[in-house]
């Protein structure tokens, strides 16, 4: 807060002063005639009280969760127990775009409420940063600037990407979910038809199978499984404009991944190469969930000096998690990590997301290498057993998990 005196006071002061001086030394009324009116409202000014006090309360907002391209407004009230002159300004930041206009000037006595309507132009965490209140007395001679912080989260979520389908695994845990076993016990999955065999459960026998083919058939079925995922995101770099970024589309994608594989009773963690170690241990539950999303809500590209302090995987990961990863393939810490990680015998799953185009002021030999570079760091991690997939960014994440199963149905061949 700052309290000052405008320039109307420095006026008055130095104009009325002058006249009574000016009147003094020449011994006439004229000039004391002409600066009677500023002394005047220099009395009237100081009689009526300098620095008039109104404060800005109650601010809210209409939704504290929205998705890019949605509205929500606002509001703020000013509170003064007398007239007053005041100004409103409230600054937001740039993922936050105000529709109408975010300064008032007005005259207030009581509570007076001032809204905004926003449109959230970008996802992430944030929200309206300050409201600053310029107060002024009746003649504007004095002048009181107040800043009041507003602690107002807002999280901005990219565009949902629904999914029916999940990122097949290899290993389960030995607790109910939606992945179907290897194993056979009890489940929903028909696994195969047999003879009935010495030592089998009565209550294995199909009925209609044993009447039908005179002799006692069994029925066997994949039991339903659930698993460890960790999503690896990578926030090192950050290609392309606008919202048609590397960034935005990996959180886009982790969230939907994050979410289906929640919901299907999988332990989902959370790992953040571009921030050192960002860490969130496998857990359950729509809790986790949320906080899975706030965290990547909050996944920015710090600069280089703030993000080079190296990674070290976390000690306490599941043997058993499958690692996704969303990622462009740029950065070299990236890459490193997920060797690292495989190496310890984790089933490493890359999404790659299409690399925005280049600017025009970029020649054609610098795109060629630039273009020749990423795919020998995608050929590098195929040749140490990563699975790398490509996604167009317009396409749905659910054609990127099928080719998932076809590629992993492969490899299960080629290993056996």
């Known amino acids: 807060m700052s309290r000052h005196l405008t320039h109307r006071f420095w006026l008055c002061f130095f104009v009325g002063w002058g006249g009574m001086v000016v009147a003094t030394f020449s011994k006439s009324l004229a000039p004391a005639a002409l600066c009677a009116p500023f002394l005047a409202a220099l009395a009237v000014s100081v009689a009526d009280g300098w620095w008039p006090d109104a404060r800005a309360e109650g601010a809210t ?94 999280r901005v979520h990219p565009t949902a990407e629904q999914l029916n389908s999940l990122v097949p695994l290899y290993r389960e845990r030995p607790v109910t979910g939606e ?3 290897k194993s056979k016990g009890s489940g929903s999955e028909l696994a195969e038809v047999r003879p009935y065999r010495f030592g089998d459960p009565v209550r294995m026998i199909h009925p209609r199978l044993t009447a039908r083919r005179g002799t006692p058939m069994v029925v066997e079925r994949h ?43 999988d332990r989902v963690g959370l790992i953040d190469v571009g921030r050192g170690v960002r860490w969130l241990p496998a857990r359950l539950g729509r809790r986790h969930l949320h906080t899975v999303i706030d965290a990547l809500l909050a996944t920015e590209v710090l600069p280089r000096h703030q993000s080079d302090k190296g990674f070290v995987a976390p000690g306490k990961l599941p043997k058993s998690a499958t690692i996704v990863a969303i990622s462009p393939l740029l950065s070299e810490i990236t890459l490193s990590v997920l060797v690292d990680l495989r190496s310890r015998g984790h089933e490493i799953l890359v999404i790659k ?3 925005p185009e280049p600017p025009t002021e970029i020649g054609v030999l610098a795109r060629r290498i630039f273009r020749v570079g990423n795919e020998l760091n995608e050929r590098w991690l195929r040749e140490r057993g990563v699975i790398v997939i490509p996604w167009s960014t317009g396409d749905s994440l659910e054609h990127v998990i099928r080719r998932v199963v076809l590629n992993l149905g492969r490899t299960r061949q080629t290993a056996s």
């Open 61 to 154: 907002v209409s939704s504290p969760r929205v998705v890019e391209g949605d509205t929500m407004e606002f509001s703020i009230e000013l509170v003064s127990e007398r007239s007053v002159w005041a100004e409103l300004e409230v600054q937001f930041p740039a993922t936050l775009v105000p529709a109408t206009s975010t300064r008032l000037v007005t005259v207030v006595k009581g509570r007076q409420r001032f809204a905004v309507t926003v449109v959230a132009d970008r996802w992430g965490a944030a929200g309206p940063e300050w409201a600053v209140v310029t107060t002024r007395d009746r003649l504007g001679i004095s002048e009181r600037v107040a800043r009041y912080p507003l602690h107002l989260p807002v």
């Open 179 to 181: 992945h179907r076993a």
């Open 353 to 355: 997301p299409t690399l």
């Open 223 to 265: 039991p339903d499984r659930s698993s460890d995922v960790v999503l690896l995101v990578d926030s090192a770099q950050d290609l392309g404009v606008n919202t048609d970024t590397t960034l935005r589309w990996t959180v886009t994608a982790a969230m939907a991944l994050g979410e289906r594989h929640l919901r299907a009773q």
